[in-house]
């Protein structure tokens, strides 16, 4: 049996989704393939089948349209988006129902359900997104139901979800340019570092920006850190007013920090 926690090829991950779909097992269908979409987030034929088995019309919705950008041509996606949209405009179409059995119905038998992240806990909820039991513990609640962890990681924008890289270039270009700029200024008086540290934040910030498109609170860590650390050698290398660099490396990381958030 294939073991999704371990496969990372997207192919063997979008065969098994699609098998487990036709299975009637959604729940393993939308496993493989949001782990699929994780490793290949622009692989049409991915989107598509996602947009299956996921359970909310928005979802389904942006999956189709994120598919028709990548590939307008693509008539799958095209079929799939105009019956989706078709269906929206009719939710509740009209049904020839079977006569009612007055025969009276048994009362199902509930089944026990345990928390996925907990085995020995029991729970009445289930993540909205991918239908896995999870207790209180591990649910979020939101404007439509609870949310598991991961799925409310996967949810999250992609600007915070940030790689080693990025904490790397980050770091390094708040150490260069603090250690530098602290260096430069510190024959001046206290007045230029107070003005310069905002200045020289907001340099590192948009820097930052530019080379990584990332926040969050790891950025911030790495950036203001490693702005510290530069102004700090700078005041030992430097012959100038310390108290002024004290001022110019709160105010920078104050700068950073803020604009990271």
Aim: charged letters at 20%; aromatic letters at 6%.
């Amino acid at each position: 049996m294939l073991d999704l926690e371990q496969t990372e090829d997207v192919g063997t991950l979008l065969s098994a989704g699609r098998e487990a779909a036709q299975r009637g097992d959604k729940t393993t269908a939308r496993n493989a393939l949001r782990k699929a979409n994780r490793l290949a987030p622009n692989d049409v034929p991915v989107l598509i089948a996602l947009a299956e088995v996921v359970g909310t019309f928005n979802e389904r919705r942006l999956l189709l349209e994120q598919a028709l950008q990548l590939e307008p041509d693509n008539i799958a996606a095209q079929g799939a988006l105009a019956a989706l949209k078709s269906g929206a405009a009719n939710p509740h179409p009209a049904v020839n129902l079977p006569p009612i059995d007055p025969t009276p119905l048994m009362a199902p038998t509930s089944e026990t359900l345990y928390c996925y992240r907990h085995p020995t806990v029991e729970t009445g909820l289930r993540c909205i997104q991918c239908a896995r039991p999870i207790c209180s513990k591990c649910s979020e609640r939101t404007p439509v139901g609870f949310i598991c962890p991961e799925c409310r990681k996967e949810r999250r924008s992609p600007m915070y979800q940030v790689e080693p890289l990025d904490a790397v270039k980050a770091g390094a270009i708040s150490l260069v340019l603090g250690g530098v700029g602290a260096y430069l200024l510190s024959p001046f008086g206290i007045f230029l570092f107070f003005l310069m540290g905002g200045v020289i934040g907001e340099m590192i910030m948009r820097a930052i920006d530019w080379a990584t498109r990332k926040r969050g609170l790891i950025m911030q860590i790495a950036a203001a850190g490693s702005f510290a650390v530069g102004a700090i050698l700078a005041a030992v290398f430097a012959v100038g007013f310390k108290i002024g660099l004290i001022l110019f490396l709160g105010f920078g990381v104050f700068i950073i920090v803020a604009r990271l958030r």
